[in-house]
């Protein structure tokens, strides 16, 4: 994804800033220990909505009151802002340039705070990402398993720290929480677009449908039903029987008691009250079906509306392109003539100056909003559960009033009451006794799975649509080729090649394999010019597969911190000895530190050719060669430039 941090501020209490600021491509901070370089990532990481501040206590945090980054996304500026020790932000959206050059703490304020995580949505939704949950199983703890996509999932392809880059147990930031590491790669599909909302929603409507034929054939199996399912059931019937005798029965009746009574029923009398009753009961029934088809008109209607909503918004990106080409006037209104006699028109001229301001501010507004998603996956199942609910009692009511319907009649042809009580006497004691029987009846029994297994290969099919596992394949290949290729350009050892990197997504594991025999740990390697060799190919490997995919929400940003460390340590100290038999060594691990910049350039302007933007490394580094002077934004020492 096309972004970059143009600025970083600091600003204190006394009017006082400190402004960096970072161009596309290779970036370099150069200096001496303790001048604030490795804070930079802290910063920045603060400003990208951490949940706590990892800036180093000190001069920095004393002197700061209030951090931000302006991260820009093609032609909008994300203006966020966030105070020390803080947890509500700053967040803003500018698309003019200038405001940017002339920025001072002043603009915040008019500016309102909001609560980091409210900060942190907005942020997601301008940059793409708004897929609230994506567990594959609605029943499943969202603080366990899926839960909303988050931004601070990418995070880990954006730093190494000066810890991590040649670490040979660690390869990502903040993989040492297990839950974090979880969640990057639970959401890491999503951010790579290939899985969306929509996407999560099937999964979890396909893993509930599966779940309920799996129940009814479970079901269907049962040979037995329970002492209390059945007690439930009798006491069903037989109250039935007693309400259209005007008779009540005990709630606490024992089953025991149930199965006596069922061969030994009251007959009715002439006194009995049964139509009034049954009437009465069809009446409420009646009111009951009514109510719940008026819920579910409501249900289906707001259904219809979240469909035709995300219709379109689906064709939003194509709408506003196709205003911005209808809107766009190329003439130039320098001089307009007459076709006839070649006067200058100014009137005309006047007008078209007019149309032009007018286009421009409606450009403006286009880009102020931008990419801009919301997720209705959870309205969607959410009604969709209703929905089925309100069918399921729908039909269970419709199939009792049709029972009291067809009672009623039969009633109302029967010659007298007591003829009417002792054809329903007899069907009571036969629906009881097959209630006694039931599992008998039941192993002959078979539900039609017919619709529920229908629907089940409807949704995989629109599943299939999504190639979530093309895509992972396709993109392993692509990752395992540009790692094994950039770690060829950099200091690795030669007995482990010929080699290839080989990364896996669903894992998130790395391994080298040599010469097509066996694979070996990052772990198992030895020497730091390994472990640095692995981890740059890693991470300019995601690089560039993040920045070449179109549909990609991570952003095409990587900060490096001390990438030189493993030789240059060896370099000043032999250079402190004078000795004289090593300066070959020492000019080698110079010329490999060239090399490693020399990669990370190269590497910058292919992704350029490639996908016609250059993407963002900022590198915080200790050496400073005239080789890449031409990268070097900032120099800091400690007795004179330095971030505070």
């Given at each position: 994804?096309?972004?970059?941090i143009?600025?970083?501020?600091?600003?204190?209490?006394?009017?006082?800033?400190?402004?960096?600021k970072?161009d596309?491509g290779?970036?370099?901070?150069?200096?001496?220990?303790?001048?604030?370089k490795?804070a930079?990532?802290?910063i920045?990481?603060?400003?990208?909505?951490?949940?706590r501040?990892?800036?180093?206590k000190?001069i920095?945090t004393?002197?700061t009151?209030l951090?931000c980054?302006?991260?820009?996304?093609?032609?909008?500026?994300?203006?966020?802002g966030?105070?020390k020790n803080?947890?509500?932000m700053?967040f803003n959206?500018e698309?003019?340039?200038d405001?940017?050059?002339?920025?001072?703490?002043?603009?915040?304020?008019?500016?309102?705070?909001?609560?980091?995580?409210e900060?942190?949505?907005e942020?997601?939704?301008?940059?793409?990402?708004?897929?609230?949950?994506?567990?594959?199983?609605?029943?499943?703890?969202?603080?366990?398993s899926?839960?909303?996509v988050?931004?601070?999932?990418?995070?880990?392809f954006?730093?190494?720290?000066?810890?991590?880059?040649?670490?040979?147990h660690s390869?990502?930031?903040r993989?040492?929480?297990?839950?974090k590491?979880?969640?990057?790669?639970?959401?890491?599909p999503?951010?790579m677009?290939?899985?969306?909302?929509?996407?999560f929603?099937?999964?979890?409507?396909?893993?509930s449908?599966q779940?309920e034929?799996?129940q009814?054939?479970?079901?269907?199996?049962?040979?037995?039903?329970s002492n209390?399912?059945?007690?439930?059931d009798?006491y069903?019937?037989?109250?039935f029987?007693?309400t259209?005798?005007?008779k009540?029965?005990?709630?606490?009746?024992?089953l025991p008691?149930l199965k006596?009574?069922?061969?030994?029923?009251?007959?009715?009398?002439?006194?009995?009250?049964?139509?009034?009753?049954?009437?009465e009961e069809?009446?409420?029934?009646d009111?009951?079906i009514?109510?719940?088809?008026?819920?579910?008109?409501?249900?289906q209607?707001?259904?219809?509306?979240i469909?035709?909503?995300n219709?379109?918004?689906?064709?939003y990106?194509k709408?506003?392109?196709?205003?911005?080409s209808?809107?766009?006037?190329?003439?130039?209104?320098?001089?307009?003539h007459?076709p006839?006699?070649?006067q200058?028109?100014?009137a005309?001229?006047?007008?078209?100056a007019?149309?032009?301001?007018s286009?421009?501010?409606?450009?403006?507004?286009?880009?102020?909003i931008?990419?801009?998603?919301?997720d209705?996956s959870n309205?969607?199942?959410?009604?969709?559960k209703?929905r089925?609910n309100?069918?399921?009692e729908?039909?269970e009511?419709?199939?009792?009033a049709?029972?009291?319907?067809?009672?009623?009649?039969?009633?109302?042809n029967?010659k007298?009451?007591?003829?009417?009580?002792?054809?329903?006497?007899?069907?009571?004691?036969?629906?009881?006794?097959?209630?006694?029987?039931?599992?008998k009846l039941?192993?002959?029994?078979?539900?039609?799975?017919?619709e529920?297994?229908?629907?089940?290969?409807?949704?995989?099919?629109?599943?299939?649509?999504?190639?979530l596992k093309?895509?992972?394949?396709k993109a392993q290949?692509?990752?395992?080729?540009?790692?094994?290729?950039?770690?060829?350009?950099?200091?690795?050892?030669?007995?482990?090649k010929?080699?290839?990197?080989?990364?896996?997504?669903?894992?998130?594991?790395?391994?080298?394999?040599?010469?097509?025999?066996?694979n070996?740990?990052?772990?198992?390697?030895?020497?730091?010019?390994?472990?640095?060799?692995?981890?740059l190919?890693?991470?300019?490997?995601?690089?560039?597969?993040?920045?070449?995919?179109?549909t990609?929400?991570?952003?095409s940003i990587?900060?490096?911190?001390q990438?030189?460390?493993?030789y240059?340590?060896?370099?000043?100290?032999?250079?402190?000895?004078?000795?004289?038999?090593?300066?070959?060594?020492?000019?080698?691990?110079?010329?490999q530190?060239?090399?490693?910049?020399?990669?990370?350039?190269?590497?910058?302007d292919?992704?350029k050719?490639?996908?016609?933007?250059?993407?963002?490394?900022?590198v915080l580094?200790?050496a400073?060669e005239?080789?890449?002077?031409?990268?070097i934004?900032y120099?800091?020492?400690?007795?004179?430039?330095?971030l505070?």
């Open positions: 994804m096309q972004a970059s143009s600025h970083m501020f600091l600003f204190n209490d006394n009017q006082e800033v400190r402004i960096l970072f596309d290779l970036n370099i901070i150069s200096g001496d220990s303790k001048t604030g490795s930079v990532i802290e920045i990481d603060y400003c990208l909505f951490a949940s501040s990892t800036i180093p000190g920095i004393d002197w009151e951090y980054i302006i991260f820009r996304v093609k032609d909008k500026h994300l203006i966020i966030r105070r803080s947890n509500q700053y959206v698309i003019d340039s405001l940017i050059y002339n920025f001072s703490i002043e603009y915040f304020i008019d500016k309102k705070l909001i609560d980091l995580d900060a942190k949505k942020f997601e939704k301008h940059i793409g990402i708004s897929v609230l949950d994506t567990r594959t199983d609605e029943e499943d703890d969202k603080r366990n899926g839960g909303k988050t931004m601070r999932s990418f995070v880990p954006l730093f190494q720290h000066q810890n991590l880059i040649a670490n040979k390869l990502f930031y993989f040492d929480d297990f839950y590491r979880k969640k990057t790669i639970d959401d890491y999503v951010l677009g290939w899985g969306n909302a929509d996407f929603d099937l999964q979890r409507d396909l893993e449908k779940k034929l799996s009814k054939k479970k079901l269907d199996e049962k040979l037995k039903i209390g399912q059945l007690r439930d009798l069903g019937v037989l109250s029987y007693y259209f005798l005007g009540e029965l005990s709630d606490d009746i024992t008691d006596k009574l069922v061969t030994d029923l009251p007959n009715s009398t002439a006194n009995s009250v049964g139509d009034q009753n049954l009437n069809l009446r409420k029934i009111n009951l009514f109510e719940k088809k008026k819920k579910l008109d409501v249900v209607n707001l259904l219809s509306t469909e035709s909503n219709d379109i918004s689906k064709n990106s709408n506003i392109n196709r205003l911005k209808l809107a766009s006037i190329e003439t130039s209104v320098s001089e307009i007459c006839l006699c070649d200058e028109v100014e005309i001229k006047e007008k078209i007019v149309i032009q301001e286009n421009e501010i409606l450009e403006d507004e286009f880009e102020k931008g990419t801009y998603v919301n209705t309205q969607n199942s959410s009604l969709r209703e089925d309100l069918k399921k729908l039909k009511l419709s199939i009792k049709e029972s009291l319907n067809k009672q009623l009649l039969t009633e109302f029967t007298n009451e007591y003829e009417k009580g002792l054809l329903l006497r007899g069907r009571t004691e036969a629906n009881a006794q097959n209630l006694i029987e039931r599992n039941l192993s002959n029994s078979r539900s039609d799975y017919s529920l297994e229908a629907e089940i290969e409807e949704l995989k099919n629109k599943l299939a649509g999504f190639n093309e895509e992972l394949q290949m692509i990752l395992s080729e540009k790692m094994s290729a950039i770690c060829e350009l950099l200091d690795f050892e030669e007995e482990f010929p080699g290839k990197i080989l990364f896996d997504l669903e894992k998130f594991s790395l391994k080298y394999n040599i010469k097509d025999k066996e070996i740990l990052l772990s198992e390697m030895g020497s730091g010019s390994n472990w640095l060799a692995i981890h190919s890693a991470f300019l490997g995601f690089l560039y597969l993040h920045s070449i995919s179109s990609s929400k991570i952003p990587l900060i490096l911190d990438p030189s460390q493993v240059f340590p060896k370099v000043y100290k032999q250079l402190d000895e004078e000795v004289e038999n090593e300066q070959k060594k020492v000019d080698d691990n110079i010329v530190v060239k090399n490693i910049f020399k990669v990370i350039s190269d590497e910058i292919n992704i050719n490639e996908c016609g933007y250059k993407p963002q490394v900022i580094e200790h400073d005239d080789d890449f002077e031409q990268f934004k120099r800091w020492s400690k007795d004179r430039d330095k505070i």
